[in-house]
């Protein structure tokens, strides 16, 4: 009896032991920075709309004054738009005008998509960190739903629809509740850009919305946070040749890139191929490190990395040769977000795609070349542009209207939007992986034609597709797109 006594308290303790460790753990998680310490979890309000100071991520939107919002390539190299953490979606007016309105007393975003595509407004993962569970609430009005068939919705995987059942298909208020789960918040990473899309299409998806006009009066995001962001672990970076690597850091939301101390680029993969990089100088030492970047309301950004240093030489631009009539040419040819190698019988190049992060698909990355049309001679005078094209690997295949040109005066560097502008678009219809003769007609007397005045002229022929295919790993696609084009022939007037 004594002895079944003192086995009882024994057991007793260890039992009470147990559930005191239970309790312990109870309202923890693992903190998602791949850190080993248990963090607590705390219901968090992320951001408000309505409220700049509100949420954990701060904002200036309730001090905007009422009027026209400047954006896109409107705004001065380096500024960040005025709506920030919230990004317009689109280049500028082109694409999506955003205008700053007092309603019942607060500033609300008013947005007109004027693009085919899905315009409007992003809120970025890399500024949200949405998580599984999170709280979604957009209160906002159809002011008008514009041309038959419209609507708007929040996309959450940008470049690959999917409105999840919210959407609004007539003028009037509309609240959305949307709460996300594991699927969404994989969905909305695996977007080019990552976030979720309030945006604004046409019949069908993909026509210009004429017309509408939507009021965002409140954007409010809730969910659970640590309360103690992880800090990441620093990456450890190798340099082969020109490629700078390093291991993935779980927790990341993306990788910054710098040159002695300053901050260059921001990737989602494990890479950069410094040598092909614009953004690193060219005829330039650079001593470079690698941050892990947070994912906000959960990690920190990491300590930098080990440096090591790379000399870019001098920019090598590539000629190959055209003709302008029956005279040959040779013209220089260079690529933005890419890379271009000339074709072994120097008649044409091959363009591929880089493949590093957001914004390396449909009209953000082509090859550029200059061509000195016959004195006193304009786009006007161009009857005809004959060329092949060969598609390698990527997004190659039926593309209707895909394939576009774009004219300017000077050289081209962001991201290129001319549809049917300077001549009709094309279309592969077939796989895209055979030799097709294309042959762009210039409309003459255009007043987008007649407008070009200079003899030395620019040129985009580009694939308005996707920066590759298969299926994305951390973000990336494993075939960046990839294709040729040969035999340019310019048929003067």
Known sequence: MVLEEKAMKKYTWLVALVIALSFVAVGCDTGGGGGKDKVTLVDTVVFDLQDSAAGTVTHGIQALPEGKVTIGNDLP??????????????????????????????????????????????????????????????????????AADS??????????????????????PFKWDITLDATMVGEIKAGSPSAIRIDGRG??????????????????????RPSKLTELKAPTIALAGS????????????????????EKITV??????????????????????????GTVGSTSDSKPSNAVTYDKPAKQIIGFKLKIGTTEQTVEVDAVKGTVTLLEDGNGFTFKNA???????????????????????????????????????????????GIRLNVGESAF???????????????????GNIELDFQFVIKTDDAAVTALT?????????????????????GLFPNATEYSIYDIVFTMK
Request: charged share 20%.
């Open 151 to 172: 609507y708007i919705q929040p996309n959450f995987r940008v470049g690959n629809e999917d409105g999840h059942g919210f959407k609004e298909t007539a003028a009037g």
């Open 355 to 401: 493949v590093t992060g957001d914004n390396d698909n449909y009209g953000n990355a082509f090859a550029t070349f200059a061509v000195d049309l016959p004195t006193g001679k304009t786009l006007n005078d161009v009857d005809t542009i004959d060329w092949t094209w060969k598609g390698i690997d990527g997004d190659i295949g039926y593309k209707t209207g």
């Open 413 to 431: 560097t962001g991201y290129q939007s001319a549809s049917n502008k300077f001549a009709p678009d094309l279309s592969i219809s077939a796989a």
């Open 77 to 146: 190299a380096g500024t960040s738009s005025a709506i920030k953490p919230l990004v317009e979606a689109g280049e500028g007016d082109n694409h999506v005008i955003i205008t700053a309105v007092k309603k019942d007393d607060k500033i609300a975003l008013q947005y007109e998509a004027t693009a085919n595509w899905g315009a409007g407004i992003d809120l970025p993962h890399a500024a949200f960190g949405f998580s599984n569970g999170d709280k979604i609430t957009i209160i906002g009005e159809v002011l008008d739903i514009g």
């Open 454 to 474: 200079a003899s030395k002229l620019y040129f985009v022929i580009y694939l308005h597709g996707d920066a590759g295919s298969g299926t994305k790993v951390d």
């Open 203 to 224: 019949a069908g998806g993909n026509t210009v919305p004429t017309g509408q006009k939507v009021l965002i009066t409140q954007i409010r995001i809730e969910g659970k």
């Open 243 to 262: 490629v700078v690597s390093w291991e993935a850091i779980e927790g990341s939301s993306g990788y910054k890139v710098l040159s002695s101390g300053t």
């Open 268 to 293: 989602k993969g494990t890479s950069i191929d410094l040598a092909t990089a614009n953004e690193f100088e060219y005829a330039t030492s650079h001593t470079v490190t690698v941050i892990a970047a």
